[in-house]
């Protein structure tokens, strides 16, 4: 019989690409969403059981309906500008939702957990390349919540045998080459979907947030990787966990950064169009530069980030986003 996995946040941007990956391995992935920024359109490759995490019943009721082998967790409140003005929302959705789910997992005998953590729990380390044992410092609420619970799934694994990979990505960007699904965040904050929003005349234009950074061309530098590529990491991780590998921590990067003009010089090669552009100040909480080596995820697991291209990144995004879009 299929193995049954418990994917928080299937019907967001990974976690829909999670779903699909999960799929194509042979698994029934079985999505718990609260659809508060996710899409029910998205939940297209297994069962859907909607609910919050905080929500202890409910949680126990879909442990006990579908026995899952193991969690996903990607349900997560992500940006950066809300966690720095509302931090408590950011404790409590991310930190507290996640120690409900963790107990839950560990009282259904469910012991292997995939985490999508994130690079912005390391904060600023003036530009150096990031690994799996750089301090982790965050500069904002979203990084340190995620922090926190990384730290969680440690104290879980020592005291009740819980067994997580946890993956702290870089800027994940792209879009299921079939268009199946695909980014929509509302409200959208990410640079690559602006950008093709302001190309379009969806938007006005695109503002760069900051030019006076200490990069050679004065903008930030992130290390972009595709969807496709990031989920098929989650699919070698949860067979790591399977192998009885035990608790490891990997990056997902290219070890390769792009700055925001460099992003936008690729859009217009690769669309052809004009990106409209305002310069702007400044957001706050944002890292001059993250970068990631990857040998970890490419020596252990087996990991080849082959589609983490920005060509074909800002493609497939380009498709999806020319192909339609949820509704509520
Ligand atoms: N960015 C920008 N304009 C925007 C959105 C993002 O200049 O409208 C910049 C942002 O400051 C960062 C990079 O693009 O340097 C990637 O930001 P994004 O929000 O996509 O991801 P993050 O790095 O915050 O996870």
New binding site residues.
């Given amino acids: 019989m299929a193995q049954h996995v418990l994917v928080t946040g299937g019907a967001g941007y990974i976690g829909s690409h999670a779903c699909k990956a999960l799929k194509a391995a042979g698994y029934v992935p079985v999505t718990f969403d609260s659809l508060v920024t996710g899409w029910e359109q998205a939940v297209k490759f297994g069962p859907f059981e909607r609910g919050e995490l905080a929500d202890r019943a409910r949680l126990d009721e879909v442990f006990a309906k579908w026995q899952p082998v193991a969690v996903m967790h990607f349900a997560a409140l992500?940006?950066?500008g809300e966690a720095m003005k509302e931090p408590g929302k950011y404790w409590r959705g991310n930190v507290g939702a996640s120690l409900v789910l963790i107990e839950a997992a560990v009282a259904a005998g469910c012991l292997d957990f995939v985490f999508s953590s994130?690079?912005?729990t390391y904060g600023d380390h003036d530009g150096v390349m990031l690994d799996e044992d750089t301090p982790q410092t965050p500069l904002n609420s979203y990084g340190a919540s995620k922090r926190a619970i990384e730290d969680m799934l440690k104290d879980f694994g020592a005291a009740h045998g819980l067994r997580s990979v946890i993956f702290r990505y870089?800027?994940?960007?792209g879009a299921d080459p079939e268009a199946e699904v695909g980014e929509f965040h509302q409200p959208e904050?990410?640079?690559?979907?602006?950008?093709l929003d302001a190309i379009e005349g969806k938007r006005a234009a695109?503002?760069?947030?900051?030019t006076d950074?200490p990069t050679p061309d004065g903008?930030?530098?992130?290390d972009y990787v595709h969807v496709m590529d990031l989920v098929d990491a989650h699919v070698l991780g949860l067979k790591w966990l399977e192998a009885g590998k035990g608790s490891r921590v990997f990056c997902l990067g290219t070890g390769r950064g792009f700055?925001?003009r460099e992003?936008i010089d690729h859009s217009r090669a690769v669309t052809n169009r004009e990106v409209p552009i305002v310069l702007?100040d400044?957001?706050a909480?944002?890292?001059v530069k993250?970068v990631s080596g990857s040998e970890r995820a490419i020596a252990e697991l087996g990991w080849q980030p082959a589609r983490s291209t920005l060509a074909q990144m800002i493609g497939d995004a380009w498709k999806w986003q020319q192909s339609g879009h949820y509704d509520r």
């Fill in positions: 992500s940006q950066v994130t690079c912005a870089f800027n994940v960007a904050t990410h640079l690559i979907p602006l950008m695109l503002t760069v947030f900051g950074y903008t930030c530098i992130r700055s925001v992003v702007g400044r957001r909480g944002d890292a993250l």
